[in-house]
């Protein structure tokens, strides 16, 4: 509970700082570009769908194509202007029309995972042996839709939805009531998610933050197991059913980029799930940023 708690107040006050960054000089107009560059001085020319050309602050005159331009800052535009430059059809992909999809896989481990007395074992017998499995797995994906908010000079906003499935875990408890019989109780549960995603996009450090909230949807079966015993014949007996509970997810992770429209992500996310108090899972998660 406490490295969760911990994780959460790390990458909060991390957006909290980074929002206050503001780009290094005053008065250039400023290039970032997909690969995390970020390039200032004074634009020459902008040819849309084509190129850029910008006069750096060492004199030199320097081409980009649009399609290497993740956005623009003119130093005396305006938000209007601004809006007006990306929709003259350049490619610094106007946010308002661009979506990115990322489809992802992830490995993790429980790290506040329910006790015996949740999954009401308690009281059964002193002849007890109880473990459980608290590494699970998942995959799912995300859509962006980024917004021409500048919430500050050093980060790109977005705002979407993050939807996928993952398991929780496994527990098994044993009662030896022997010679009469042995009993065991197995237990499964997963979750099926959809949140609402924000996420920060540093515009010249390949890092990106997350946090989400909203719905978990959690299977759980419960399977009773009765060995045959001199009493009798051993029996089987299954219960299974679904609830819905609230959640929230903080994350952050490295961005590699592959191609122009491609990145590779590595994350490390936290999902809390308001359920037994509170389940939280901490995960690996590999991902394909699509730029389309």
């Keep these: ?9 790390v990458v909060a006050l991390l957006i909290c700082i980074c929002s206050f960054c503001r780009a290094q000089e005053e008065g250039e107009d400023v290039l970032y570009l997909k690969s995390g560059k970020v390039v200032r001085g004074q634009i020459l020319e902008i ?8 006069k750096t ?9 649009m399609s290497a331009v993740q956005d623009i ?19 610094v992909k106007g946010l308002k029309r661009r979506i990115i999809i990322q489809p992802y896989v992830r490995a993790g481990y429980l790290l506040v995972a329910p006790s015996q007395e949740d999954l009401k074992y308690e009281g059964r017998g002193s002849n007890v042996s109880f473990s459980m499995s608290k590494t699970n797995y998942g995959l799912g994906a995300q859509l962006l839709f980024p917004l021409d908010w500048r919430i500050s000079e050093s980060f790109i906003s977005s705002w979407g939805i993050d939807f996928g499935f993952q398991t929780l875990f496994s527990s098994v408890l044993v009662l030896d009531n022997s010679p009469l019989t042995i009993t065991t109780y197995d237990d499964r549960e997963s979750a099926v998610h959809l949140l609402a995603l924000a996420n920060l996009a540093h515009r010249s450090l390949p890092i990106d933050l997350q946090t989400g909230a909203g719905l978990y949807f959690v299977f759980w079966r419960h399977d009773l197991h009765s060995a045959a015993s001199q009493w009798g014949a051993g029996k089987t007996e299954s219960f299974s059913s679904m609830d819905v509970e609230f959640g929230f997810l903080v994350s952050g992770g490295y961005n590699l980029q592959v191609t122009k429209d491609i990145q590779m992500v590595l994350m490390l996310r936290l999902d809390n799930i308001v359920r037994y108090g509170l389940t939280t899972t901490a995960s690996g998660v590999a991902a394909i940023k699509l730029d389309i």
């Design 57 to 65: 602050s060492d004199g030199k005159t320097k081409i980009y194509e």
């Design 47 to 54: 040819v849309p769908n084509k190129e850029i050309r910008i």
């Design 73 to 91: 800052r003119k130093k005396s535009a305006s938000d209007e202007e601004m809006r007006n430059t990306r929709s003259e059809g350049n490619e």
């Design 1 to 9: 509970m406490k490295c969760a708690v911990l994780f959460t107040a």
